[in-house]
């Protein structure tokens, strides 16, 4: 899975911790949360 163009911020403070923001999330067809996984179902392309 790919993204593009999206606005990001990098910050020591949360340390190791990754967040994914929802400008990513709401370029998906969906996600999720199964027990402690993330489903990410990825939009189709333009062409497909």
């Known amino acids: 899975m790919e993204a593009r163009n999206l ?8 340390g190791n911790v990754d967040i ?13 949360v199964e027990g402690r996984e993330l489903i990410l179902v990825p939009a189709k392309d ?3």
């Open 7 to 14: 606005k990001v911020i990098i910050s020591p403070a949360l």
């Open 20 to 32: 994914l923001g929802m400008n990513f999330l709401t370029q998906l067809a969906s996600w999720r």
């Open 46 to 48: 333009r062409d497909g």
